[in-house]
Protein backbone atom coordinates (compact mmCIF):
# COMPACT_ATOMS: atom_id res chain seq x y z
CA UNK A 1 0.00 0.00 0.00
CA UNK A 2 1.17 3.47 -0.55
CA UNK A 3 1.07 5.91 2.02
CA UNK A 4 2.34 8.92 0.73
CA UNK A 5 -1.19 10.82 0.28
CA UNK A 6 -1.87 9.30 3.50
CA UNK A 7 0.80 11.08 5.35
CA UNK A 8 1.08 14.57 3.72
CA UNK A 9 -2.64 15.05 4.41
CA UNK A 10 -3.02 12.69 7.70
CA UNK A 11 -6.81 12.64 7.59
CA UNK A 12 -7.80 9.19 6.81
CA UNK A 13 -8.93 6.70 9.69
CA UNK A 14 -6.37 4.31 8.92
CA UNK A 15 -4.14 6.74 9.84
CA UNK A 16 -5.58 8.10 13.25
CA UNK A 17 -5.53 4.44 14.51
CA UNK A 18 -1.88 4.24 13.71
CA UNK A 19 -1.62 7.43 15.11
CA UNK A 20 -3.46 6.82 18.11
CA UNK A 21 -0.47 3.99 18.78
CA UNK A 22 2.69 5.51 17.85
CA UNK A 23 1.63 8.17 20.57
CA UNK A 24 2.74 5.78 23.42
CA UNK A 25 6.02 5.01 22.02
CA UNK A 26 8.72 7.15 23.83
CA UNK A 27 10.80 9.73 22.50
CA UNK A 28 14.79 8.49 21.66
CA UNK A 29 16.90 11.83 22.84
CA UNK A 30 19.13 11.38 20.26
CA UNK A 31 16.90 11.10 17.31
CA UNK A 32 16.68 13.82 14.69
CA UNK A 33 14.17 13.52 11.53
CA UNK A 34 14.72 16.03 8.69
CA UNK A 35 12.22 17.59 6.15
CA UNK A 36 13.39 18.97 3.01
CA UNK A 37 10.70 20.04 0.40
CA UNK A 38 8.82 17.11 1.57
CA UNK A 39 10.92 14.55 0.56
CA UNK A 40 13.93 16.00 -1.73
CA UNK A 41 17.45 15.56 -1.89
CA UNK A 42 20.06 16.53 0.73
CA UNK A 43 20.16 20.23 0.56
CA UNK A 44 18.81 23.67 2.07
CA UNK A 45 19.37 24.38 5.76
CA UNK A 46 18.82 21.00 7.23
CA UNK A 47 22.01 19.65 4.96
CA UNK A 48 23.91 22.40 6.65
CA UNK A 49 22.49 21.35 10.18
CA UNK A 50 23.27 17.66 9.36
CA UNK A 51 27.06 18.42 8.25
CA UNK A 52 27.69 20.31 11.51
CA UNK A 53 26.43 17.42 13.44
CA UNK A 54 28.66 14.93 11.45
CA UNK A 55 31.55 17.66 11.38
CA UNK A 56 31.73 17.53 15.45
CA UNK A 57 31.21 13.37 15.51
CA UNK A 58 28.17 13.52 17.54
CA UNK A 59 26.31 10.78 18.18
CA UNK A 60 22.86 11.35 16.70
CA UNK A 61 20.92 8.95 14.75
CA UNK A 62 19.75 10.85 11.74
CA UNK A 63 16.95 10.04 9.74
CA UNK A 64 15.91 11.92 6.55
CA UNK A 65 12.30 11.76 4.82
CA UNK A 66 12.50 11.19 1.17
CA UNK A 67 10.50 10.37 -2.04
CA UNK A 68 13.54 8.55 -3.48
CA UNK A 69 15.78 6.23 -1.54
CA UNK A 70 17.92 6.11 -4.33
CA UNK A 71 19.30 9.65 -3.60
CA UNK A 72 22.60 9.56 -2.29
CA UNK A 73 23.09 10.90 1.50
CA UNK A 74 26.37 10.57 3.76
CA UNK A 75 26.55 7.36 5.87
CA UNK A 76 26.12 9.10 9.17
CA UNK A 77 22.38 9.47 7.65
CA UNK A 78 19.65 7.28 6.99
CA UNK A 79 17.03 7.28 4.45
CA UNK A 80 13.14 6.66 5.29
CA UNK A 81 11.00 6.83 2.23
CA UNK A 82 7.68 9.18 2.53
CA UNK A 83 5.44 6.43 0.94
CA UNK A 84 6.61 3.95 4.20
CA UNK A 85 4.77 3.34 7.03
CA UNK A 86 8.18 3.55 8.50
CA UNK A 87 7.88 7.64 8.40
CA UNK A 88 5.33 7.94 11.50
CA UNK A 89 7.11 5.76 13.39
CA UNK A 90 10.43 7.92 12.91
CA UNK A 91 8.75 10.76 13.28
CA UNK A 92 6.68 10.00 16.73
CA UNK A 93 10.36 9.00 18.22
CA UNK A 94 12.28 12.05 17.15
CA UNK A 95 13.75 14.17 19.65
CA UNK A 96 13.90 17.09 17.32
CA UNK A 97 12.09 17.52 14.18
CA UNK A 98 13.91 19.62 11.59
CA UNK A 99 11.52 21.36 8.42
CA UNK A 100 12.36 23.83 6.13
CA UNK A 101 8.49 23.94 4.98
CA UNK A 102 5.28 24.58 6.79
CA UNK A 103 3.07 21.13 5.86
CA UNK A 104 1.42 18.64 7.71
CA UNK A 105 3.56 15.89 8.94
CA UNK A 106 1.96 12.04 9.64
CA UNK A 107 2.70 12.41 13.64
CA UNK A 108 1.18 13.77 16.52
CA UNK A 109 3.80 16.03 18.25
CA UNK A 110 4.46 14.97 21.85
CA UNK A 111 5.55 17.24 24.15
CA UNK A 112 8.88 16.44 24.64
CA UNK A 113 9.60 16.66 21.45
CA UNK A 114 11.12 20.01 19.93
CA UNK A 115 10.33 20.76 16.39
CA UNK A 116 12.66 23.25 14.66
CA UNK A 117 11.45 25.41 11.54
CA UNK A 118 14.35 26.94 9.27
CA UNK A 119 12.28 27.99 6.55
CA UNK A 120 13.73 28.26 3.10
CA UNK A 121 13.27 31.13 1.97
CA UNK A 122 15.88 34.58 3.61
CA UNK A 123 13.44 37.43 2.81
CA UNK A 124 9.54 37.35 1.56
CA UNK A 125 9.30 40.23 -1.84
CA UNK A 126 5.99 38.47 -2.70
CA UNK A 127 3.19 38.50 0.19
CA UNK A 128 3.08 35.34 2.23
CA UNK A 129 1.17 33.35 4.62
CA UNK A 130 -1.53 35.22 6.54
CA UNK A 131 -0.44 38.31 4.30
CA UNK A 132 -1.58 36.37 1.03
CA UNK A 133 -4.75 34.31 3.06
CA UNK A 134 -6.80 35.53 0.34
CA UNK A 135 -5.32 33.93 -2.76
CA UNK A 136 -3.83 30.80 -1.02
CA UNK A 137 -5.53 27.49 -1.09
CA UNK A 138 -8.20 27.08 2.14
CA UNK A 139 -6.00 23.99 2.83
CA UNK A 140 -2.37 25.46 2.73
CA UNK A 141 -3.95 27.71 5.54
CA UNK A 142 -5.23 25.14 7.36
CA UNK A 143 -2.27 23.12 7.55
CA UNK A 144 0.28 26.33 8.22
CA UNK A 145 -1.98 27.41 10.58
CA UNK A 146 -1.78 23.73 12.63
CA UNK A 147 1.96 23.94 12.06
CA UNK A 148 2.87 27.17 13.59
CA UNK A 149 1.00 26.35 16.92
CA UNK A 150 4.06 23.03 17.12
CA UNK A 151 7.14 25.18 16.28
CA UNK A 152 9.23 25.24 19.32
CA UNK A 153 11.59 27.69 17.62
CA UNK A 154 12.01 29.59 13.90
CA UNK A 155 15.65 30.75 12.52
CA UNK A 156 16.09 33.76 11.11
CA UNK A 157 18.53 35.23 9.04
CA UNK A 158 18.19 39.51 8.98
CA UNK A 159 15.64 41.46 10.77
CA UNK A 160 13.37 41.44 7.82
CA UNK A 161 12.72 38.00 8.13
CA UNK A 162 12.27 38.05 11.74
CA UNK A 163 9.66 40.61 11.54
CA UNK A 164 8.02 38.37 8.63
CA UNK A 165 8.00 35.64 10.83
CA UNK A 166 6.27 37.59 14.13
CA UNK A 167 3.53 39.00 10.99
CA UNK A 168 2.68 36.71 8.74
CA UNK A 169 3.25 32.55 10.12
CA UNK A 170 0.60 32.64 13.27
CA UNK A 171 3.32 32.21 14.88
CA UNK A 172 4.60 33.52 18.24
CA UNK A 173 7.04 31.67 19.95
CA UNK A 174 10.87 31.69 19.84
CA UNK A 175 12.79 33.25 17.12
CA UNK A 176 16.62 32.29 16.92
CA UNK A 177 18.21 35.26 14.91
CA UNK A 178 21.55 33.49 14.08
CA UNK A 179 21.36 33.09 10.28
CA UNK A 180 20.03 30.69 8.17
CA UNK A 181 22.20 27.15 8.28
CA UNK A 182 22.00 27.29 4.25
CA UNK A 183 24.10 30.14 3.92
CA UNK A 184 26.92 29.57 5.76
CA UNK A 185 27.72 27.97 2.44
CA UNK A 186 28.45 31.53 1.49
CA UNK A 187 31.32 31.76 3.31
CA UNK A 188 33.42 28.70 2.06
CA UNK A 189 36.86 29.30 0.61
CA UNK A 190 37.72 29.06 -3.33
CA UNK A 191 38.77 25.77 -3.38
CA UNK A 192 35.31 24.72 -2.40
CA UNK A 193 33.65 26.87 -5.42
CA UNK A 194 35.59 24.99 -7.97
CA UNK A 195 34.62 21.52 -6.17
CA UNK A 196 31.51 22.34 -7.19
CA UNK A 197 32.31 23.67 -10.62
CA UNK A 198 34.33 20.50 -11.28
CA UNK A 199 31.43 18.56 -10.53
CA UNK A 200 29.23 19.95 -12.90
CA UNK A 201 31.92 19.64 -15.36
CA UNK A 202 32.49 23.46 -16.09
CA UNK A 203 36.50 24.90 -16.04
CA UNK A 204 37.18 26.81 -13.39
CA UNK A 205 37.67 30.22 -15.57
CA UNK A 206 33.81 29.80 -17.13
CA UNK A 207 31.56 31.92 -15.72
CA UNK A 208 28.24 31.12 -14.40
CA UNK A 209 24.76 32.89 -14.72
CA UNK A 210 21.73 31.25 -13.03
CA UNK A 211 18.69 31.91 -13.48
CA UNK A 212 16.44 30.74 -11.54
CA UNK A 213 12.79 32.45 -10.90
CA UNK A 214 10.12 31.11 -8.71
CA UNK A 215 6.96 29.45 -9.33
CA UNK A 216 3.32 31.01 -10.04
CA UNK A 217 0.38 29.71 -8.01
CA UNK A 218 -1.40 29.14 -10.96
CA UNK A 219 1.65 27.09 -12.07
CA UNK A 220 1.75 29.18 -15.23
CA UNK A 221 4.91 27.94 -16.98
CA UNK A 222 4.97 30.42 -20.13
CA UNK A 223 7.11 32.95 -17.78
CA UNK A 224 10.27 30.84 -18.31
CA UNK A 225 11.00 32.29 -21.91
CA UNK A 226 14.38 33.57 -21.20
CA UNK A 227 16.34 33.13 -24.57
CA UNK A 228 19.70 31.51 -22.98
CA UNK A 229 21.25 31.59 -26.63
CA UNK A 230 21.21 35.56 -26.86
CA UNK A 231 21.54 35.93 -22.85
CA UNK A 232 24.60 34.03 -23.19
CA UNK A 233 26.28 36.22 -25.86
CA UNK A 234 24.87 39.60 -24.51
CA UNK A 235 26.86 38.69 -21.33
CA UNK A 236 29.88 37.87 -22.87
CA UNK A 237 29.90 40.83 -25.38
CA UNK A 238 29.30 42.80 -22.02
CA UNK A 239 31.72 41.52 -19.47
CA UNK A 240 34.16 39.51 -21.23
CA UNK A 241 34.83 35.77 -20.86
CA UNK A 242 32.76 32.28 -21.86
CA UNK A 243 29.89 32.09 -20.01
CA UNK A 244 27.46 29.25 -19.46
CA UNK A 245 24.15 28.90 -18.02
CA UNK A 246 22.47 27.07 -15.44
CA UNK A 247 18.55 27.19 -15.72
CA UNK A 248 17.40 26.26 -12.35
CA UNK A 249 13.39 26.19 -12.06
CA UNK A 250 11.27 26.19 -8.52
CA UNK A 251 10.96 22.71 -6.53
CA UNK A 252 6.85 23.23 -7.39
CA UNK A 253 7.95 22.86 -11.10
CA UNK A 254 10.46 20.80 -11.43
CA UNK A 255 8.54 18.48 -12.95
CA UNK A 256 8.17 20.94 -16.08
CA UNK A 257 10.46 20.54 -18.81
CA UNK A 258 9.09 24.18 -19.81
CA UNK A 259 12.98 26.11 -20.45
CA UNK A 260 14.51 25.45 -23.58
CA UNK A 261 18.08 24.64 -22.93
CA UNK A 262 20.42 24.92 -25.69
CA UNK A 263 24.07 24.32 -26.22
CA UNK A 264 26.29 25.59 -23.09
CA UNK A 265 23.69 25.30 -20.57
CA UNK A 266 22.69 23.39 -18.17
CA UNK A 267 19.48 22.49 -16.51
CA UNK A 268 20.48 21.72 -12.93
CA UNK A 269 16.62 22.06 -11.43
CA UNK A 270 17.26 18.64 -10.16
CA UNK A 271 20.82 19.44 -8.36
CA UNK A 272 20.13 19.14 -4.64
CA UNK A 273 21.89 22.20 -3.03
CA UNK A 274 20.87 25.16 -4.60
CA UNK A 275 23.19 27.49 -2.83
CA UNK A 276 26.47 25.56 -3.98
CA UNK A 277 25.13 26.86 -7.43
CA UNK A 278 24.68 30.64 -5.75
CA UNK A 279 28.05 30.29 -4.48
CA UNK A 280 29.76 29.23 -7.98
CA UNK A 281 27.34 31.77 -9.90
CA UNK A 282 28.54 35.43 -11.11
CA UNK A 283 25.65 36.72 -12.10
CA UNK A 284 22.03 35.55 -10.83
CA UNK A 285 18.68 36.78 -13.13
CA UNK A 286 15.58 36.16 -11.21
CA UNK A 287 12.24 37.34 -10.68
CA UNK A 288 10.54 37.46 -7.19
CA UNK A 289 12.60 34.72 -5.85
CA UNK A 290 14.14 35.27 -1.94
CA UNK A 291 17.55 34.48 -4.05
CA UNK A 292 18.07 38.06 -4.79
CA UNK A 293 19.20 38.34 -0.90
CA UNK A 294 21.10 35.28 -1.27
CA UNK A 295 22.72 36.53 -4.27
CA UNK A 296 23.04 40.14 -2.19
CA UNK A 297 24.79 39.26 0.47
CA UNK A 298 27.42 37.76 -1.60
CA UNK A 299 27.63 41.26 -3.39
CA UNK A 300 26.77 39.34 -6.81
CA UNK A 301 24.98 41.26 -9.44
CA UNK A 302 21.27 40.30 -9.61
CA UNK A 303 18.74 41.00 -12.73
CA UNK A 304 15.15 40.92 -12.64
CA UNK A 305 13.56 39.31 -15.38
CA UNK A 306 9.57 39.86 -14.19
CA UNK A 307 7.61 39.54 -17.45
CA UNK A 308 4.31 39.18 -16.00
CA UNK A 309 4.83 41.73 -13.26
CA UNK A 310 1.49 42.92 -13.79
CA UNK A 311 0.07 39.99 -13.55
CA UNK A 312 1.64 38.59 -10.46
CA UNK A 313 1.36 42.03 -8.75
CA UNK A 314 -2.42 41.63 -8.93
CA UNK A 315 -2.28 37.38 -8.32
CA UNK A 316 -0.13 37.27 -4.94
CA UNK A 317 1.38 40.50 -5.08
CA UNK A 318 4.38 42.70 -4.21
CA UNK A 319 5.60 44.04 -1.39
CA UNK A 320 6.86 47.73 -1.76
CA UNK A 321 9.96 46.61 -0.49
CA UNK A 322 10.66 44.66 -4.03
CA UNK A 323 10.93 48.23 -6.11
CA UNK A 324 13.77 49.37 -3.66
CA UNK A 325 15.90 46.50 -4.83
CA UNK A 326 19.02 48.16 -6.71
CA UNK A 327 18.25 46.83 -9.56
CA UNK A 328 16.36 47.59 -12.58
CA UNK A 329 12.85 45.68 -13.10
CA UNK A 330 12.94 44.40 -17.09
CA UNK A 331 9.91 42.31 -18.39
CA UNK A 332 11.07 41.51 -21.84
CA UNK A 333 14.38 39.77 -23.36
CA UNK A 334 15.02 42.74 -25.47
CA UNK A 335 14.95 44.95 -21.72
CA UNK A 336 16.88 42.52 -20.41
CA UNK A 337 19.61 42.41 -22.69
CA UNK A 338 19.68 46.29 -22.89
CA UNK A 339 19.75 46.50 -18.80
CA UNK A 340 22.63 43.90 -18.87
CA UNK A 341 24.67 45.38 -22.11
CA UNK A 342 24.60 49.09 -20.17
CA UNK A 343 25.26 48.16 -16.93
CA UNK A 344 27.43 50.22 -14.36
CA UNK A 345 29.06 48.39 -11.70
CA UNK A 346 30.31 51.00 -9.74
CA UNK A 347 27.15 52.16 -9.30
CA UNK A 348 25.13 48.52 -8.78
CA UNK A 349 27.54 48.30 -6.22
CA UNK A 350 26.37 51.27 -4.56
CA UNK A 351 23.02 51.08 -4.44
CA UNK A 352 23.92 47.59 -3.24
CA UNK A 353 25.14 48.81 -0.26
CA UNK A 354 22.56 51.24 0.52
CA UNK A 355 20.04 48.48 -0.03
CA UNK A 356 22.13 46.08 3.04
CA UNK A 357 22.55 48.86 4.79
CA UNK A 358 18.34 49.16 5.65
CA UNK A 359 18.37 45.47 7.70
CA UNK A 360 20.50 43.82 9.79
CA UNK A 361 21.91 40.56 8.10
CA UNK A 362 22.70 37.65 11.40
CA UNK A 363 24.73 36.01 8.75
CA UNK A 364 28.79 34.95 9.13
CA UNK A 365 29.14 31.45 8.17
CA UNK A 366 28.40 30.16 11.53
CA UNK A 367 24.95 29.55 11.95
CA UNK A 368 24.91 25.74 11.87
CA UNK A 369 27.04 25.73 14.78
CA UNK A 370 24.48 28.07 16.62
CA UNK A 371 21.32 25.92 15.81
CA UNK A 372 23.59 22.45 16.47
CA UNK A 373 24.26 24.25 19.99
CA UNK A 374 20.67 24.75 20.82
CA UNK A 375 19.86 20.91 19.61
CA UNK A 376 22.66 19.80 22.02
CA UNK A 377 20.72 21.72 25.28
CA UNK A 378 17.30 20.20 23.99
CA UNK A 379 18.95 16.62 23.51
CA UNK A 380 21.74 17.32 26.59
CA UNK A 381 23.31 14.79 24.55
CA UNK A 382 27.51 15.14 25.00
CA UNK A 383 29.98 14.91 22.38
CA UNK A 384 32.41 11.71 21.52
Known sequence: MNFKHLYWRAQSKYYKIWGSLLCWLPVSRNKIVFNNFRGHGYGDSPKYIAEEIIRQGLKY??????????????SEVRK???SSIRTSYELSRAKVIISNVKVSLPYRKKRNQYYIQTW?????????????????????LKETMADSQLIDLFLSCNSIQTQEIQTSFWYDGEIFECGSPRNDMYYKPVQFKN???KNLGVAPETKLVLYAPTFRDDYRTDVYDLDLTALRKTLTDRFGGDWMVLVR???????????????NSIDVTSYPDMQELLLISDVLITDYSSTIYDAAIMRKTVFLYAPDLEDYNVGRGLKPFYYTLPTCITKTNDELFENI??????????RLEEFLATFRVFDDGNASKRVVEKINAITKLSRK
Request: charged share 30%.
Open 120 to 140: HGSMSFKYIEKDAKEKLRPQY
Open 61 to 74: DMVWLVDDENMEFP
Open 195 to 197: RVK
Open 80 to 82: VSL
Open 341 to 350: SKFDETGYQR
Open 249 to 263: LHPNVRENNVVNICQ
